[in-house]
């Protein structure tokens, strides 16, 4: 079935330090691939998306890019910060008429001074 | 515009009673879903509604309900609560897929967070 696949966190960085939280999924067709983030308290926000192969999403130096042959959609930022601190999901909207995102369970982002 | 408003944001229930969330979507979105979270479950489905109709559910019992007004607000109702359903309760609203240019993406509110004593 659809699935979802991220990395276990905490993920634990120094501020400046290079992230890449990995992010695989198991579907059929083309789905279009999402990263959601939570700041502590509050609800999920869209931080990027793609929609089609090769595609690359980008917002406030996060990156991720649709690998088709690979199946994953792995989020990478070259310098985080501590107000970076979150928790990331990956999600994916498949193409059969679904309504509803498959959510991965989340990474945690822990980002020290 | 306005986002989606959940209210409450805090409460606080004891087992055996019922409470009830409530959901504003952003104006114009007809579909709106909700999940629950919980560290060791994550992010869970429960339902989702448009235009009044429930067109998707997750796998809850049926203590868990909803509806969805005409104004496309919706309210979701857990009776007889147990500890376990202690969680942060997100509402997300987006424009049917249907509609043009809409590729999926939700919008959530910052949730109702329910402790059971």
């Known amino acids: 079935g659809n699935s979802v696949t991220q990395m276990e966190g905490p993920v634990t960085l120094s501020e400046e330090a290079f992230l890449t939280i990995n992010c695989t999924y198991t579907a059929t067709g083309y789905p279009s691939l999402f990263w959601y983030v939570q700041y502590p308290g509050e609800g999920l926000q869209l931080l990027l998306k793609?929609?089609?192969?090769?595609d690359k999403g980008s917002n406030k130096g996060f990156e991720a890019t649709y690998r088709k042959e690979t199946t994953s959609f792995h989020l990478e930022k070259g310098s985080v910060q501590v107000s970076d601190s979150a928790v990331y999901f990956c999600a994916f909207l498949g193409t059969g008429g679904s309504y509803i995102p498959t959510f991965g369970r989340g990474t945690s982002l822990i980002v020290h001074p | 515009k306005a986002g989606v408003t959940q209210t409450p944001r805090y409460l606080i229930k004891t087992r055996g009673q019922q409470v009830t969330l409530s959901c504003s979507p952003i104006?114009?979105?007809?579909?709106v879903s909700w999940y629950q979270q919980t560290p060791g479950q994550g992010l869970q489905f429960l339902f989702e509604?448009?235009?009044?109709?429930?067109?998707n559910k997750g796998n809850f019992p049926g203590r868990f309900s909803g509806r969805q007004f005409s104004n496309s607000r919706s309210e979701m109702n857990v009776s007889t609560l147990e500890l376990g359903d202690s969680a942060l309760y997100l509402c997300?609203?987006?424009?049917?897929?249907?509609?043009?240019?809409?590729?999926?993406?939700?919008?959530f509110g910052e949730g109702s967070r329910l402790t059971v004593l």
């Open positions: 997300a609203s987006s424009l049917d897929r249907l509609a043009g240019g809409s590729t999926g993406e939700l919008f």
């Open positions: 104006s114009g979105h007809r579909s």
């Open positions: 509604y448009f235009s009044e109709t429930q067109r």
């Open positions: 793609a929609t089609k192969a090769d």
